[in-house]
């Protein structure tokens, strides 16, 4: 008898884009080509050493090396509470918290213990690529909602209103964005919590690229706005990103107790607990010392100028556009005016054809658009030196001047 895999459950889920070009280009580099990394969502710097010291001080202890409680250590609980207090500005009991592996662990817990089959999550696109396979594993059904460049990627209320039907049972925001950087307004989020006000829908609202904003953008969470907004509300977010420590995995959750409690329930069943000491190196970093700020001012301050390089390079590229993002780390570069192409007699049909040849033959590694449900576009990440950005650029201004209509 031959072996099978769950077809049903494999079926719904595709590795990941985002992922998969950034193994690649690592691959290709790894072979000697001079490849210039510009797909991965990952800070090029180091984690800073105030945190790296705080875990290294207590790594010999018998406790850092054991299980913890599936919620967390009392150290990170608190942190987190500490941390949701200040920046959400919500008091979440310690019952309301919850570390998990990674900010995608608390995604994924948060859907597989909210929604089921027959329910339907609503997702603004472009969304980060995992949004669609996690609800799809859990056996509901993505529903789309489509921003557009043309308006800074900000949401129509009216085609919000028309996604909500009797099935609704999640929506999903995360602003600021992956892939495109928008941030949406406070008065943005607050209107999309008041057409949920009653209902029986839950909000997830990822807020991992919360504090990389820029131009003054001023960052909102919904579970702040109300009573009823707090008490539907998940809130996701973690340390990947700001305090660049993506390989520690470890995520926040914070909501409701029953929602929370069905995760820690989840998390108790599949990985136990994030890694301990990890933990002592995420609590150290919430508490956000003079020092862990000033490391975190520092790289801020490196990705503002970058953005500016990017959006500079970027609109100097003939027909190609992109909307100034207010947060995150990436450009989402709207090529769809140049596709489909042809350079040197080979077509171009798309931007996955796009971002392959990009990297095949000029060794930069982007994310096509499609892989967020935003065909026509790439997204460049400029957690990237800016020597590695101004030669990306250097080759992706040559490509575009070698690309004539199909
Ligand atoms: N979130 C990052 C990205 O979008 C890391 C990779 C991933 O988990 O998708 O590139």
Partial sequence: ???????????????SATLAMSAKAKALAKQGAPVLNLSAGEPDFPTPACILDAA???????????????????????????????EQNVQYDATEVLSTVGTKGALMLAIDALVGPG?????????????????????????????????????SLAAFDAAITDKTKMVILNSPNNP???????????????????????????????????????????????????????YVGGVAKAYAMTGWRVGVAAGPKLAVDAMLTLQGQRTTCATALAQTAAAYALRESDDVMAAVDGMRAAYAK?????????????????????????????????????????????????????????????????????????????????????????????????????
């Fill in 180 to 234: 495109t950087g928008a941030g949406w307004p406070e008065a943005t989020l607050r209107a999309i919590m008041n057409r949920l006000a009653g209902t029986d829908v839950w909000v997830i609202s990822d807020e991992i690229y919360e504090k990389l904003v820029y131009d003054g953008f001023t960052h909102a969470s919904p579970a702040s706005f109300s009573d009823d907004a707090r008490g539907r509300t998940v």
């Fill in 306 to 406: 970058r953005r500016k390089l990017v959006l500079e390079r970027a609109r100097a590229i003939p027909g190609v556009q992109a909307h100034a993002p207010e947060g995150a780390f990436y450009v989402f570069l709207d090529v769809g005016s140049r596709l489909p192409g042809r350079r040197n007699g080979e077509r171009i049909a798309d931007d996955v054809a796009l971002a392959g040849r990009l990297l095949d033959e000029l060794h930069v590694a982007t994310v096509m658009g499609s892989a967020f449900d935003g065909p026509g576009c790439l997204r460049v990440s400029y957690a990237a030196s800016e020597d590695t950005l101004n030669q990306g650029f250097d080759r992706l201004a040559k490509f575009f001047g070698e690309l004539t209509s199909a």
């Fill in 1 to 15: 008898m031959a072996l099978t895999l769950h077809t049903p459950r494999m079926n719904a889920v595709k590795p």
């Fill in 56 to 86: 290294r001080a207590v790594m010999g202890q018998r406790a850092q090396h054991a299980y913890t409680n599936p919620r967390g250590t009392d150290d990170l609980i608190a942190a987190m509470q500490q941390k949701l207090l200040r």
């Fill in 119 to 155: 329910d339907e999550v609503v997702l603004f696109a472009p969304y980060w690529v995992t949004y669609a396979d996690l609800v799809r594993l859990a056996g509901a059904t993505p529903v789309v909602v489509h921003t557009r460049r043309e308006d800074g990627y900000q949401p």
